[in-house]
């Protein structure tokens, strides 16, 4: 009987959660605040990092969603829009795809480095929408990047690359809307220099059989970088002496002699990202505690 | 009776040729979680005798292979979204030298882990298979990593 009750009881509490979750989702909201578009996301277990505009009026959250680079920018309590930079997009393309599009629009630019498009995709909250809809963009813009960019001839994240060739790498570079600069060291290996989270962060080719990404810290004690390796999964932290200075160097390698998709490519280039947000954090806490 | 024998040497062909490639789509296969029968598959095709467990975590728990290669022993735990492979060496080792390996070594890292009543050197390597995995590149995870394990024997 006890056992009986202690389900029913269960069931309930069971069914008023979910229905509260759902009646937080319905709520219809007509404006939202920066904050609480940043607890949204919160929720949503997106890690974003917030910027606003000089006047104050903007807001900006960047975020990455399966190896895109998003903006959510909020330009009023009512308007926000989701976007994201495409690299190398000609223009007919980007009209073919406003054409055959309901829900995002491509807009085509270029500069200095080269063309490329942003895809873009926009809510109007004044009429009245529900945080679950608010919600909904985020999940619908993931669809449709990933369509874009297969549209655009990028997308093959599942096609195993038997030869990492310069050009692949670039290529998957150019698709994260990453700029970079590629010069040859001295032993012929190919390395592309860009920034990412801020931190700026060195790939080198070895002949497409195996990939390493670096990028330098201030030197940390080796018995700390020991406890730090211990710790963490995918990278290493290793001290270096060069002519003048002393460093530690965040690294990772990617073996890829028995081939790699364009999807853990991208994926192991914006993990490393974080990885070096992770180490610079920690880095910055030892530091504070030396003082 | 010649054109029988040419029908039937043509559908072997056939049978054959589409036996090699559903072989070789399997092989290409893009996993995003690895399977525990996955990991087999690809311990068994290494030709390698392993002992698999299960270890209980904090709200988890992670199967766990382990095998030896030569004299070497080895762990490999299937985290399902990441692979971690391990050799552990009863020995300590200066902070400078084991910084010397690391800043050498590219597929793996070591490190000096302080255990209740001993220190012990663990090499290790994991890899990340969120962004796709095939069967091939999970078999090249552990071929790399025993040739790493190898040479950190010779390591002086």
């Known amino acids: 009987m006890h056992k ?14 979910c229905v509260g979750a759902h009646a937080q989702d319905d709520k219809v ?15 949503m277990k997106v890690e974003f990092k917030k910027s606003s505009s000089k006047k104050g009026d903007e807001h900006y959250f960047d975020f990455t969603r399966n190896g ?13 829009m989701l976007d994201c930079v495409f690299r190398g997009a000609p223009i007919e393309k980007v009209n073919q795809w406003n054409t055959y599009t309901r829900l995002s629009r491509a807009s085509y630019h270029k500069d200095a480095s080269g063309e490329f498009c942003i895809l873009e995709y926009g809510l109007d909250l004044s009429g009245g ?11 619908r813009f993931d669809e449709e990047l990933k369509k874009f960019d297969k549209f655009l001839g990028n997308a093959n994240d599942d096609i195993v690359i038997a030869d990492v060739s310069d050009e692949k790498v670039e290529n998957v570079l ?13 032993a012929g290996v190919m390395m592309f220099d860009f920034e990412m989270s801020s931190f700026k962060i060195r790939l080198y080719n070895f002949g497409g059989k195996d990939l390493m990404m670096d990028a330098h810290f201030r030197k940390i004690p080796l018995e700390v970088a020991n406890r730090y390796n211990l710790n963490r999964k995918f990278v290493r932290v290793v001290n270096y002496k060069s002519k003048d200075t002393e460093y530690t160097a965040l690294e990772a390698n990617l073996d890829c002699e028995a081939g790699v998709t364009e999807g853990a490519l991208r ?25 | 009776m010649n054109r029988t024998i040419l029908i039937l040497v043509a559908l072997a062909l056939i049978a054959s040729t ?9 092989k290409d296969k893009v996993f995003r979680s690895v399977a525990n029968d996955t990991v087999e598959k690809v311990l068994q095709s290494l030709e390698v005798k392993y002992h698999k467990e299960e270890r209980k975590e904090k709200d988890t728990s992670v199967m766990f292979f382990e095998f030896k290669r030569g004299d070497q022993a080895y ?3 299937n985290y399902v979204n990441d692979l971690w492979i391990e050799s552990t060496f009863e020995k300590s080792m200066k902070a400078e030298d084991i910084n010397r390996w690391n800043a050498d070594a590219k597929f793996s890292r070591l490190v000096q882990v302080q255990q209740r009543d001993k220190t012990i050197l663990s090499l290790e390597c994991q890899i990340d298979c969120l962004g796709g995995i095939t069967e091939a590149g999970i078999k090249q995870f552990v071929n790399r990593f025993d040739e790493e394990a190898k040479r950190f024997s010779k390591f002086k």
Do not use: C
């Open chain 1, 129 to 139: 929408v529900s945080t679950g809809a608010v919600k909904q963009l985020i999940t």
């Open chain 2, 75 to 77: 762990r490999l735990f």
């Open chain 1, 4 to 17: 009986t009750k202690f389900i029913l009881a269960s069931v309930l509490l069971f069914a008023f959660a």
């Open chain 1, 29 to 43: 909201i007509r404006s939202i605040a920066p904050e609480a578009t940043e607890k949204l996301l919160q929720d």
């Open chain 1, 68 to 80: 895109y680079k998003v903006r959510l920018t909020q330009y009023s309590p009512e308007d926000m």
């Open chain 1, 267 to 291: 994926h192991w280039i914006v993990s490393f990202g974080e990885d070096a947000r992770h180490f610079s954090d920690f880095t910055k806490k030892l530091a504070a505690a030396d003082k």
């Open chain 1, 174 to 186: 150019k698709t994260m809307a990453i700029n970079y600069q590629k010069k040859k060291n001295n």
């Open chain 2, 18 to 26: 589409s036996a090699v490639s559903s072989q070789d789509k399997e």
